[in-house]
């Protein structure tokens, strides 16, 4: 037996509460009654009363209250398979991977913004199938229409520019592998969203949409990229891709064809320059104007609801209650009213219960067969946490959640499942791996199914292709009808037989490569040719290795020559520099000099003329002029001598 709502179950301790509140209800009555109430007078007042009565109605309504708790915790035992139906639409998203999608005028590039816009989509899709196409010079179906959103984001992530060697964008073939992605003996509810950056170079595209209309289906078209065009990145050489005549090549976006293709099928066309595809608007068109259709998911373990039977005792228990009298029959007239009472009124309660219980049974069955989104039904608290976390990509939160819940149920297979899931997410997929090897053998076919797929996807992840091929195989066994099983092992094979081939060419093109650089080494070397000249040859290409590293040394002597004789030029330069602000110093000074002593000259005339000097003064001053006159000598020498300034190079 299971709990759906565990989280009430703090209500069960108001029981303990009610019963000592009944306790010292009856205490306090009995000391009032004792105390006001004499001998005499009690026993005509209390004729009749049974305090047994009042304790046992006391007892029904604690009886009632718990049982009305068990039933809101919802117990649940015995479970039956029910299949889980769908309505929804069928979309196919056709996503261009050419080499002009790795263009950063939108930041990542514009593979990896539309790679997250579709990524957003799954998260708000509501029961509608998706397939996913690939395209660039040709097409491929990556993913069939399926509901398993895990395995679209699986191979979306592996998306890249390399997966398909053929260049180019064919829009036309790749509305052609759409069609018939869709299921062919259904034509209602299609949809394709065809994402690209480029015109077409093959085909005709907008005859290609107009087969599309006439099978129902309704194109949505979204072009990627500024308006002018821009660079494609160059992987391999580095920089971007240049044509013939070395000019940038740029990716034009055909907004005409891409528009008519849409209007031909009565859908819409988006511009995308900033990397937002409007998907989420776009989806809410398509949940407008697309009539659904109804799709068939599989089946779903439903466990029984059982609370209508705790719920029943207690709405008994509660009438028994009402009718149940604290006093004994004494009395004819009061009691012949009392059953008729009972009489009618119990199997109309009784009635009224039971109705009651079978609507809320079925009301709760109905309401839960409907949400199809509900993939565990019926969890515990913690557990429905969990789930609630996981749906909003807080995966960490959620496993918390899931290991909570499973102390209290160690054993129950789907709490391993959603931890296992929800390591998967966080990409610890050895921790993954263990839980789905543990579920594996389970007794229950879908369980064992489930985990055998995911380690399919697990092992895939971790690069471990021909282990992958071996859990799917095993799926299949199991369930030998699941398309998206089939799928993943066809792949996963292709991708096998892939990288041999590649590492085939790789071989060759490294023993070709080696062969090449043999023959290079002797370019004139003749099949009938003597030792003689082989001799010869080998001296000449010695010799020519010998004339290039001396003329590769001359060159680097030469360089350092030049090199060196700038350093020296720029001494001097910096040297003459100093010079020339020494000079003006120097010129300076003087001025200043000459200055002085033509002043002290003009005070010791005026001092002449008014006859003030002594002897003493005029010889210091005729001294003076005598040490200036020699100074201004011997500066004007050097400058006729010299003329400039004369800087000493240092080597």
């Known amino acids: 037996m ?46 009749g009363v049974s305090f047994t009565r009042q304790k046992l109605k006391a007892l029904i309504i604690i009886l009632a209250i718990m049982f009305l708790v068990i039933s809101l915790l919802r117990p649940q035992w015995g479970f039956h398979w029910e299949e889980v139906k769908r309505k929804g639409v069928d979309i196919v998203i056709a996503l261009d991977v050419s080499k002009s999608m790795l263009a950063q005028d939108i930041t990542p590039n514009r593979l990896e913004r539309a790679k997250r816009k579709i990524k957003d989509l799954l998260q708000i899709v509501q029961g509608d199938r998706l397939a996913l196409v690939a395209f660039s010079g040709v097409s ?4 069939p229409l399926t509901l398993d959103f895990g395995a679209i984001q699986l191979f979306l992530d592996e998306l890249d520019t390399d997966i398909i060697p053929v260049p180019g964008t064919a829009i036309a073939e790749a509305v052609q592998k759409s069609i018939k992605a869709f299921d062919s003996a259904d034509k209602k509810s299609r949809v394709l969203i065809l994402i690209t950056d480029g015109e077409d170079h093959e085909g005709d595209p907008i005859e290609a949409a107009k087969k599309a209309a006439e099978q129902g289906i309704k194109i949505y078209t979204i072009g990627i990229g500024k308006e002018g065009g821009a660079p494609i990145p160059d992987g391999e050489h580095g920089g971007f891709k240049k044509d013939a005549k070395g000019e ?7 907004e005409e064809v891409l528009q008519k293709m849409a209007l031909a099928t009565g859908g819409s066309y988006v511009r995308s320059v900033t990397g937002d595809l409007d ?21 779903q373990k439903r466990f029984e ?13 509660l009438v028994f209650e009402a009718i149940f009298r604290e006093r004994k029959r004494d009395q004819r007239g009061r009691n012949g009213k009392t059953n008729l009472t009972t009489i009618i009124f119990i199997p109309l309660f009784f009635l009224f219960s039971l109705g009651l219980n079978l609507a809320l049974s079925l009301f709760l069955s109905l309401n839960f067969s409907n949400n199809v989104h509900a993939s565990i039904p019926f969890l515990n608290g913690k557990a429905q946490e969990g789930e609630s976390n996981y749906k909003d990509k807080k995966y960490d939160q959620a496993l918390k959640k899931f290991l909570d819940a499973q102390i209290e149920d160690p054993k129950n297979e789907q709490l391993k499942y959603n931890m296992a899931n929800s390591y998967y997410k966080m990409g610890q997929y050895e921790e993954a791996d263990k839980l789905y090897q543990s579920l594996a053998q389970s007794s229950e076919p879908r369980m064992s199914f489930n985990s055998f797929y995911n380690l399919g996807n697990t092992s895939y992840r971790q690069g471990k292709l021909y282990e992958a091929v071996d859990f799917y195989k095993a799926a299949l066994k199991i369930n030998p009808n699941d398309e998206d099983t089939k799928h993943n092992l066809e792949f996963v094979q292709n991708e096998i037989k892939r990288r041999i081939e590649e590492q085939k060419k790789q071989q060759q093109q490294n023993k070709q490569n080696q062969q090449n650089k043999n023959d290079s080494s002797c370019p004139n070397k003749q099949p009938g040719g003597s030792g003689q000249n082989g001799d010869q040859k080998k001296q000449q290409d010695q010799k020519d290795q010998k004339d290039q590293k001396d003329q590769k040394n001359q060159n680097d002597q030469k360089k350092q020559q030049e090199q060196k004789n700038q350093q020296q030029q720029q001494q001097q330069n910096a040297q003459t520099a100093q010079g020339e602000q020494q000079n003006k110093n120097q010129n300076d000074k003087k001025e200043e000099d000459k200055k002085q002593d033509d002043k002290k000259a003009a005070e010791a005339k005026s001092a002449t003329k008014k006859g003030k000097f002594s002897e003493e003064e005029a010889r210091r001053i005729l001294s003076t002029l005598e040490e200036n006159k020699k100074k201004f000598l011997k500066s004007d020498q050097q400058e006729a001598t010299s003329g400039k300034y004369q800087v000493e190079k240092d080597w």
């Open 2 to 47: 299971k709990f759906g709502n565990i989280h009430y179950l703090f209500l069960l301790t108001l029981i303990p509460l009610i019963i000592i509140f009944y306790w010292w209800a009856f205490k306090k009555k009995y000391l009032l009654i004792e105390k006001f109430v004499s001998k005499e007078l009690k026993e005509r007042l209390l004729t």
């Open 140 to 143: 491929f179906l990556q993913v």
């Open 248 to 254: 940038v090549i740029l990716s034009q976006l055909n």
């Open 279 to 299: 998907l989420e608007k776009i989806y809410t068109d398509i949940r407008k104007t697309v009539e659904d259709k109804e799709l068939k998911s599989g089946r």
């Open 305 to 317: 609801e059982r609370f209508g039977w705790p719920l029943l005792i207690s709405i008994m228990l």
